[in-house]
């Protein structure tokens, strides 16, 4: 508090004031105030409280040291201590009752004047007040006074006293004898009662630790040390001391004094203040001169009694109250780790120091965690959109809505998932198909293609080499000029099928699908599968559809009008115009439609790796008019970008094979959905991808969350959609006889 | 959005750790003051301590759930330099009158000659195992071959690792291609440069533990760690809680490539590395897919991390301690998704090589460690948490009767599933 340094200590019993003393002493009164509205004349100390100045006492000048009265009244009665040794009683005037008045004014002078370095008021004997002076020759410098001995007379501090305190009306009130008068020939720089017993002093000397009893002043425990600053007693354990030099802080137990019982790590600058937390044991907080951190020594368990040489656990933690340096803080005495901390140019914050949390999630998506003596359950709740819940709620949430287990209408699990997720509407969309063209072959019995349909477009492309017939068509459907070739193949026609293009059966009609396109009001793409079905008149009927529906888009028409532009004409502005043109499109189909009419025969890249159109559309494409090398060597690189990526989509290539296996395993590495992972490896004919391990593994993956989310129907029919598909899946996981037996004891002891 | 309530927990000292068991149904907290509790957790999603007793002579630090197929088991360890394993008794009337449950201790574990700072049971695949570890640098692991007898373990391992033990995690993935392996994580804090997060294997070759990595980029003390529910997915992911919050992934490598010691190698990536909570980070904890992460830190506050599709890990929620939101920030919601919020800002990437870029909230004020830094643009807080939370005044002086603050009623997800 020396300078202009701010010093702050709470109110012993009212614990909603506060003083602050520099060069005078303020008195504050500490509320809580939710609303961001500040009331006139107070301060914000935190986003709960605020403080409001009651009253500034300037009395007491060269203030070095400011005590607390102990006792709950009077309320507001301070000692200090001041530059010349002398120990005045000050109130800050908030009741004036007959006791208080009898105190207030009182001066307590030391023989020879030093300065005042610490105060201690007794702590049950609350007449007694101890202060610590610097050393003068041969005089005490300890010396404890009795507040409610009446004035001595002599003459001769008489005349001092009023030399010194002209203009004091009180000028009486000057004790000059003090009850007792201990360390003699030294200097005294911080003091502490023991709670132990009311007679005895703990006080920090010039080189040592000295323990006065007061029942024989004539001998003193001491110990010699540099640590002599700041001497304070642990609330909680009465033996446990803590002294501090420069930047050491010295943990002392006072059953074995000979040495500290512990040393806490140096700081490099030097120490103010160190403060056990008086509402939690074994909290120690310390600052250090020029820092806006409070450095926290948690020490974590009960000292054990002498003899016992195990170190005790301390957790170093450091807390940041407020963004300047902090000139001094002082714990709040019942608020549970609270502190008022207080900067040089006097703002102050009102800051709790949290416990370590623990914490742990359960299963069921909620968040426990414990701080301090206190639990908090954390849960999840409201309607976040199904795309931000997290893959365990949505899969729990799945589970329920039974996905996975229509295994009639197969693409109806992707509504199941939630409808939100173009990925799995893939997926079970191609699933779906494949299926229905397995079902196909089987009621015809005709063929060889049904094992191939679950190994994907990939192997089926493989399988079509030499196969295929030409076919030449202009782009515009007349005939005037045949520059496209298309390429058909009974394998191609069962590719464009698992696209969802055409229908089973083989006539080549896309009409269908247009049709549920144009339901849909996906307009763009059902002009595009037009044009790519060479119908350019049928593309810009569903553009104009498109601009006069209901919400459409009038720029519909726009296109419809660019397009009906068409012409063969190689070196024509309508070429010129769309090749730089489309790009600036902003819907991918639209965009690859213009790649297509403005490509060259035979290349066909802006619209095979515009990666916004979907991939069963972008390979149905590729089915039609890539010759058989072409097309291979474009599957097989989309085949491996989708694996690369754990793109769902990517399984109409790869079906159900170990290529789709390995692009699962990426989407698992990348979503941990290993639900669907399941479900989709389940879906094909028996086959042996689920003899991959990885396959079982998602299995046994999934089956302990839904035991783990107490599914047990939802387990049971799983179990059951599994033997259905995958006869060798041994039968229900027992459990290991021995446990079975160990539960069955348990019922019956029961 | 999360909302958090609070609990009566009624210990009398700092609780030191929380575990769930395998349903979420049961839950033990330990403590300073030397007991653990059991809770359950009625119809209504209350929670009930149906069990508190006395555990140990020191602090306990940590408790854990053994899977429910072993019985309703739970070890803790303590100060007291020993570890124990306790079991549920059913079929005591009195005790079932009054809604408390019994446990009577099964076996007491005095092999450390320190504190005993972590126990955990190992993934039910590899059977009845239990794993400790000690201030003094051991970690040991125990096996009960007969499960019906829980009064029996023998020490089948000790692993010295040379440094003081804080944390330990088993790889809980079941995969026949994962060898049983267990990751260390000290809280030395003398200035060295070793790693302070350790990996051991186990091989069948040699029938030991062996170690297979050291996380060398670790230096500073560590104070939790945990491996992800593995879920089927080809890598290992393990949170470390050190200064600050980190993310790995171990990528076992083919074995083929593997060296002739039988070990697995690992290739190691750090996925994400987070300074948020301004200081220390004390518990880290996965949810039971892996993919939210929640860490708790000096700042006192709670966040959660997840990963995008493009795996780039971010902060998707944060609550103080006392399960206050966080205030100062634009966001109405605590824990509030926001995955792809409008207004992202581009904070320091700390590893940009391997992590790419992070990409926070605004709720992630620079200054989130000075809790009152910005009194100006306070807003009112949300109305979600009755300010009697953490009306503590007066705690010591007054001990009220439990007491339970609710803030909103919860929206339970559907759970009456079977029995």
Redesign the interface.
Known sequence: MSGSKPDILWAPHH?DRFVVCDSELSLYHIE?A???ELKAGSL?????TTATLLSINSDTPYMKCVAWYPKYDPECLLAVGQANGRVVLTSLGQDHNSKSKDLIGKEFVPKHARQCNTLAWNPLDSNWLAAGLDKHRADFSVLIWDISSKYALETAVATEKVRLSAGDPEAGLVVTKPLYELGQNDACLSLCWLPRDQKLLLAGMHRNLAIFDLRNTSQKIFVNTKAVQGVTVDPYFHDRVASFYEGQVAIWDLRKFEKPVLTLTEQPKPLTKVAWCP???GLLATLTRDSNIIRLYDM???PTPIGDE?EP?II????????NYIASFAWHP???NRMVVVTPNRTM??????????????????????????????????K?SY???????K??LRA?SRYGLDTEQVWRNHLLAGNEDPQLKSLWYTLHFMKQYTEDMDQKLTGNKGPLVYAGIKSIVKSSLGTTENLRQSRSGSDRQADIIQYLSEERSLALQLCGWIKKGTDLDVEPFLSSLEQEGDWERAAAVALFNLDIRRAMQILNKGASSGKGDLNLNVVAMALSGYTDEKSSLWREMCSTLRLQLNNAYLCAMFAFLTSESGSYDGVLYENNVAVRDRVAFACKFLSDAQLNRFIEKLTNEMKEAGNLEGILLTGLTKDGVDLM?SY?????D?QT?SYCMLQGSPSDVLKD??VQ??I???RN?L????????RAEFDIHRSKLDPSSKPLAQ??P??M??WI??KT?? | MFVARSIAADHRDLIHDVSFDFHGRRMATCSSDQSVKVWDKSENGDWHCTASWKTHSGSVWRVTWAHPEFGQVLASCSFDRTAAVWEEIVGESNDKLRGQSHWVKRTTLVDSRTSVTDVKFAPKHIGLMLATCSADGVVRIYEAPDVMNLSQWSLQHEISCKLSCSCISWNPSSSRAHSPMIAVGSDDNSPNILAKVQIYEYSENTRKYAKAEALMTVTDPVHDIAFAPNLGRSFHILAVATKDVRIFTLKPLRKELTSSGGLTKFEIHIAAQFDNHNSQVWRVSWNITGTVLASSGDDGCVRLWKANYMDNWKCTGILKGNGSPVNGSSQQGIFNASLGSANTSLQNSLNGSSAGRYFFPPLDSPRAGSRWSSHAQLLPPPPLIEHSCDADTANLLYPHPRRRCVSRPLNLLPENEGV
């Open positions: 614990v809580s939710v609303s961001s914000r100390l935190s986003e709960e509402t939690r044991t974590q368990h009960t195990t656990t170093e933690r450091s807390v940041q109250p407020c963004e019942t608020s549970q914050s009102d800051f709790t120091v949290f416990e370590r949390i623990s914490l742990a999630w359960s299963p069921v998506t909620s968040l426990m965690w414990a701080c301090g003596r206190h639990l908090y359950e954390c849960t999840e709740e409201g976040a795309l931000e819940k997290d893959i365990a709620t899969m729990r329920l395993e698992v590495d990348r979503t941990g290993v992972a391990e990885r593994y998602w046994e993956n999934y969350l035991d783990a989310w107490r599914f047990w129907h939802k459990e290991d021995s446990l037996k160990k004891l348990a002891r029961s």
